[in-house]
């Protein structure tokens, strides 16, 4: 029952820790600015950065790396007909994963839900969907390499039951070996007592023609 709660107790932690977050708050992305803070509880910052690459990509604009991501009039359809600037950056979580910081300049303001509630509400979902992605897709990651792993070692427990069956035959060759070896003694023997016989035989015949040969006289 005691491993059952713990169990039951570590689920829960491992299932709080795997959540995708977003809130909307200031961010320090070359200066303060409001925006967005995106949690992400798996991957480093280079896998995050990739991911993040990915994501803005399909926001059409012009991207451009540095200390931070700058991305030059974007566009999105939930966002309406005008175009939009991107600053964004990645940061490590010390207890693992990354934070995303991200700020988009609407042209004079920076998008808020206070003053654009809609198109926030729109860029909300985008991030939480944009997380839960980037997370799963570390995980098919670590999976891949696990599985990997997992190959090795099934091919390793292959090697070994191919060899544990190789020396076990060679056992068994070794056990008829031993066995035609001590049929060919036995039969050696046979022969050793027959040779005897022959000999011991051979021997009154050499008796007898010596006292042949005495006999003449």
């Known amino acids: 029952m005691k491993k059952i ?4 107790f570590a689920l829960m932690a491992f299932g709080a ?10 961010v320090n992305i070359d200066g303060s600015k409001d925006g967005f803070y995106v949690s992400i509880p798996y991957g480093t910052v280079k896998q995050i950065e990739k991911e993040l690459k990915d994501e803005l990509k399909d926001w059409k604009g012009k991207y451009k790396g540095g200390a931070f991501v700058f991305v030059d009039d974007c566009k999105l359809k939930e966002m309406g007909k005008n175009t939009f600037d991107v600053y964004a950056k990645v940061d490590e979580n010390a207890d693992g994963g990354a934070f995303v910081s991200i700020a988009i300049d609407l042209g004079g303001a920076f998008l808020n839900s206070s003053e654009h509630g809609a198109q926030a509400k729109a860029i909300d979902a985008r ?6 992605k980037a997370a799963k897709n ?8 696990e599985e990997k792993i997992l190959n090795e ?3 390793e427990l292959e090697d070994l039951e191919k060899a544990e069956e190789k020396m076990k035959k060679a056992i ?4 008829k070996k031993v066995e035609e070896t001590e049929s060919a ?3 050696g023997k046979k022969s050793q007592e027959d040779k005897k016989g022959e000999i011991s035989e051979q021997e009154e015949k050499v008796k007898a023609v010596v006292k042949k040969k005495e006999a003449v006289k």
Not at 138 to 145: P, S, T, Y
Not at 172 to 175: A, H, I, L, M, R
């Open 138 to 145: 570390v995980v098919d990651e670590e999976i891949k390499e």
């Open 127 to 132: 991030l939480q969907k944009f997380g839960i």
């Open 185 to 187: 003694i036995e039969a």
């Open 17 to 26: 820790f795997s959540q995708v977050s977003v809130k909307e708050q200031k």
């Open 5 to 8: 709660i713990t169990l039951f």
């Open 153 to 155: 070692r099934q091919k």
């Open 172 to 175: 068994e060759d070794y056990k």
